[in-house]
């Protein structure tokens, strides 16, 4: 069995968009404009059409099993408008993912969106996540260190800001993937600087606070094979060293995993090399950030299975936990 | 012959210090304080005194020749005060990598800070850049992308607020090196995150943009071994192709450098694998970011020479290059 424990909903039919819209007029109009939620208008076969030609197909294509779903990252848009308008946004986009997981059982088990704002503590996403959690089924959540799409206004992870809604996660035992929307500061690219970016900042955030001692049940993904982070593990070494904290492994791979969503094989070959195999997760991101074909290996980048097939810096048994071990553990509300 | 790109005075006289404390107590009084530049105080003596124990003893250790030296980049402090407050530190602390050229010609050779200042139009930083080429015989200077410290509220840059500067780097033929300073975002950590992240944000507003199509002879070092940029060749290479933009190798490769500060074995092997040789200049960053030994190894995390001595992925010929003739070529004026 293969599991990819970073899929997102980026094919959804374009009354979500249209759903959104909706919100950016009435904000331009009123930014304290108070979202009503209303109806989507979306029916159970626009949802199977828009995933049999994409995601379902390339499940098949590329011989994967499950993919742990979540709503489309990039259109999280946490800055967008104010509390409301990320609450009603946020339960439709998970309301979709409930209602794939319902069509399509064996395929996907979903991942929950948080209705965060930049400013606003994340305790009023404890809510959404309960319902996610007990009513839907969700095994885990995306959690955005950065709501406000690239100007780090809010505290960082160790700060207690976040603790209630930690406390929750830890209480309700689901992992959070580490991931960032769209970035609104032109400095950023999203899915270029902006996901990398934020991916090594905040691993950087829990080796620098108490976080992970503080939450010793807590579970972290980090994305896009952690952002900079096993590139520069020597580095990462180093700095809690020199800190007087315990060596790095022994501070974080209890506590936090990495996804394989890296689009070469030199790269998963380094993500390989130095992350132990029990904390590397399966990934490919898709549909995501890059769809094109690689013109030097034909297939797409983003078909990262191959890349950890092809790896001998893995055995048949680490391979074993990447593919769908790992998820099991780490997203243990999962049910198979 | 071996030339470490990336070195820093970070073992300056307490003098520096002082007078940086006098700047910021002067800010508190009024933040529109006009800065004279007045002096520091610090003799010869005291300018050999903090080498010797420190660079000048690395370099004899770790069998390195000369460094590309540039003053402290986490104290550059751009978002400190006013463009006044940035002007004169910023000539103290070139002024003193001038005295150590002078004192070490053989050992060192000069890059420049640049007195930057969020929401100024980098043209201000011509003039400085200027005297330090023509009248200080420096090779190179120091670009701050985010001379916010951390909230990225400067245009990026591919925007033509940066062409000025651009234009004259290009006639006086020096190379910029990409390197942030300290955070003052509590976000970000500066060594762990910020420096890690700007390398990446840096490289991608180049993608983004047509600043390299606009500065064909325009040279730029991303450090720390490019921030995240080789371990993700695979995600920008297939973004660059969805932006139907060259090929990634053509678009950046006459331009852009990446150097060696990437502090483990597995990270160096990686990044010779992925960049050219051509594009690969050895640095340490010392004294830098990371100073501690490693104890896996027994040697300290960021003799990086170590690491490429030791390496299979390039070759003999490939390793002169990176040691020393890219340096050469990138660092045009440098006169050897």
């Known amino acids: 069995m293969i599991i990819d424990c970073h899929g997102h909903y980026t094919t959804a039919p374009d009354e979500l968009e249209t759903y959104r819209d909706g919100q950016i007029a009435d904000l331009e109009l009123d930014p304290m404009h108070q979202s009503l939620k209303g109806k989507l208008g979306i029916s159970d076969d626009q949802i199977r059409g828009s995933l049999e030609g994409a995601q ?17 990252a990039s259109w999280m848009g946490h800055h967008v408008g104010n509390a409301s308008t990320s609450s009603t946004w946020t339960e439709h986009c998970n309301d979709l993912i ?3 997981t319902q069509l399509y059982p064996d395929r996907f088990v979903g991942v929950a969106q948080l209705p965060q704002t930049p400013g606003i503590a994340p305790d009023n996403c404890i809510g959404e996540l309960e319902r996610c959690v007990n009513e839907l089924g969700f095994i885990g959540c995306n ?24 406390e929750r996660m830890c209480e309700l035992d689901v992992p959070a993937m580490i991931h960032v929307s769209a970035a609104c500061n032109p400095c950023f690219h999203t899915t270029g600087s902006h996901y990398l970016g934020a991916d090594t900042t905040a691993f950087m955030q829990m080796l620098t606070s108490d976080l992970l001692r503080d939450f010793p049940t807590i579970k ?23 800190m007087d904290k315990p060596p790095l492994e022994e501070l974080v791979l209890g506590n936090v995993f990495f996804d394989t969503c890296v689009y070469h094989q030199p790269g998963i070959a380094l993500l390989l090399d130095v992350i132990p195999a029990a904390n590397v997760l399966f990934a490919s991101e898709l549909l995501g950030a890059v769809r094109g074909v690689d013109p030097n290996t034909g297939h797409n980048f983003d078909d990262t299975r ?15 936990l990447i593919f769908s071990e790992n998820a099991k553990r780490v997203y243990s509300r999962m049910q198979l």
Chains 1, 2 share one sequence.
């Open 306 to 320: 191959r890349y950890i097939d092809a790896s001998s810096r893995a055995t048949d048994a680490e391979k074993h």
């Open 143 to 166: 959690l955005n260190p950065d709501p406000s799409g690239g100007y780090w206004t809010d505290p960082p992870l160790g700060d207690r800001y976040w603790y209630p809604f930690f």
């Open 56 to 72: 379902l197909k390339m499940q098949a294509e590329r011989g994967t099993d499950l993919t742990i779903f979540s709503p489309r």
């Open 220 to 242: 972290f993904i980090i994305p896009h094979g952690g952002g900079a982070v096993p590139y520069h593990w020597g580095r990462f070494r180093g700095l809690v060293q020199a």
């Open 98 to 100: 409930y209602r794939i």
